[in-house]
């Protein structure tokens, strides 16, 4: 048997070349694997019956609530849980503290305290001056009026409600109708100017003075409104507007009053 032997020697320039080659193997494997690990971070993350978080804001795909959760999206809609409470204010004629006892489903008692808007009704105050008579006047004087000023102004309702459940419309809307009774109280400082047209010392006419007044008055209200419920804290929202009638100091006299408001509801 013969057995034949080759030499063959590598010049530098073929280290180069298979040095390169070798480089070239390790970046293609750690560029395949970098990506691996880019692809898997972003695969979508599945939630709630296998659907990806984006499949659930692109198509608004919100999950239904029921039981004891539901009374952080809308407080008033179930009814094995009445009766409710609900406390807030009110903005408008008058601005009060308001409290509303939810008995049931359809039933409500509302309880107001607060402040009229004085501001509207300055017109009909500066009216009423003329009601007023001092019992000092002499015979042939007059009283001119210059201004005056509200000193306070408390108003006091109570009022039950018929609420009318509106979710085809829109869920946690309602629509009530009711009414009520009310209590004002005002107390007003007028300040005015005395004449005495026959006083033979002119020096002394013009004299301005000042005397209070005070104004409490009641009767009944009628009220129509909507309210809505349907939001992620346990509130209400709601629009009312109010028809009063005196039956006191101006038997008769009527004026619209409403605002709006908010309460925390438990």
Same mark, same amino acid.
């Given at each position: 048997?013969?057995?034949?032997?080759?030499? =063959?020697?590598?010049?530098?320039?073929?280290?180069?070349?298979?040095?390169?080659?070798?480089?070239?193997?390790?970046?293609?494997?750690? !560029?395949?694997?970098?990506?691996?690990?880019?692809?898997?971070?972003?695969?979508?993350? !599945? =939630?709630?019956?296998?659907?990806?978080?984006?499949?659930?804001?692109?198509?608004?795909?919100?999950?239904?609530?029921?039981?004891?959760?539901?009374?952080?999206?809308? %407080?008033?809609? &179930?009814?094995?849980?009445? %009766?409710?409470?609900?406390?807030?204010?009110?903005?408008?004629?008058?601005?009060?503290?308001?409290?509303?006892?939810?008995?049931?489903? =359809?039933?409500?008692?509302?309880?107001?305290?607060?402040?009229?808007?004085?501001?509207?009704?300055?017109?009909?105050?500066?009216?009423?001056?003329?009601?007023? #008579? *001092?019992?000092?006047?002499?015979?042939?004087?007059? *009283?001119?009026?210059?201004?005056?000023?509200?000193?306070?102004? +408390?108003?006091?309702?109570?009022?039950?409600?018929? #609420?009318?459940?509106?979710?085809?419309?829109?869920?946690?809307?309602?629509?009530?109708?009711?009414?009520? /009774?009310? /209590?004002?109280?005002?107390?007003?400082?007028?300040?005015?100017?005395?004449? &005495?047209?026959?006083? %033979?010392?002119?020096?002394?006419?013009?004299?301005?003075?000042?005397?209070?007044?005070?104004?409490?008055?009641?009767?009944?209200?009628?009220?129509?409104?909507?309210?809505?419920?349907?939001? #992620?804290?346990?509130?209400?929202?709601?629009?009312?507007?109010?028809?009063?009638?005196?039956?006191?100091?101006?038997?008769?006299?009527?004026?619209? &009053?409403?605002?709006?408001? +908010?309460?925390?509801?438990?």
């Amino acid at each position: 048997m013969i057995q034949l032997s080759f030499s =063959h020697a590598v010049t530098p320039g073929q280290k180069v070349i298979f040095a390169l080659m070798q480089f070239r193997k390790t970046l293609t494997v750690s !560029v395949f694997c970098l990506l691996s690990v880019s692809v898997m971070a972003q695969r979508p993350r !599945v =939630h709630n019956g296998g659907k990806s978080v984006y499949t659930q804001k692109r198509f608004n795909n919100n999950p239904r609530v029921r039981g004891a959760k539901a009374k952080t999206i809308c %407080p008033i809609f &179930e009814r094995s849980k009445y %009766p409710y409470f609900g406390l807030g204010v009110k903005l408008g004629d008058p601005f009060a503290f308001t409290f509303k006892y939810y008995a049931s489903k =359809h039933w409500a008692f509302v309880g107001d305290i607060g402040k009229p808007a004085s501001g509207l009704y300055n017109r009909y105050f500066r009216d009423k001056f003329n009601d007023y #008579q *001092l019992d000092t006047l002499s015979q042939g004087a007059e *009283l001119k009026y210059l201004t005056h000023q509200v000193k306070s102004d +408390l108003i006091g309702e109570l009022k039950v409600l018929y #609420q009318i459940d509106a979710t085809v419309v829109s869920p946690g809307l309602q629509f009530y109708i009711g009414a009520g /009774w009310q /209590w004002k109280n005002t107390k007003i400082s007028y300040d005015y100017t005395y004449n &005495e047209p026959d006083n %033979p010392n002119p020096s002394s006419d013009n004299t301005i003075g000042t005397f209070k007044a005070n104004r409490f008055t009641q009767g009944p209200q009628a009220v129509v409104g909507i309210e809505y419920s349907y939001f #992620q804290l346990p509130i209400s929202a709601f629009m009312e507007l109010e028809y009063f009638s005196d039956i006191q100091l101006d038997p008769g006299k009527s004026r619209v &009053e409403g605002g709006v408001g +908010l309460r925390y509801v438990f």
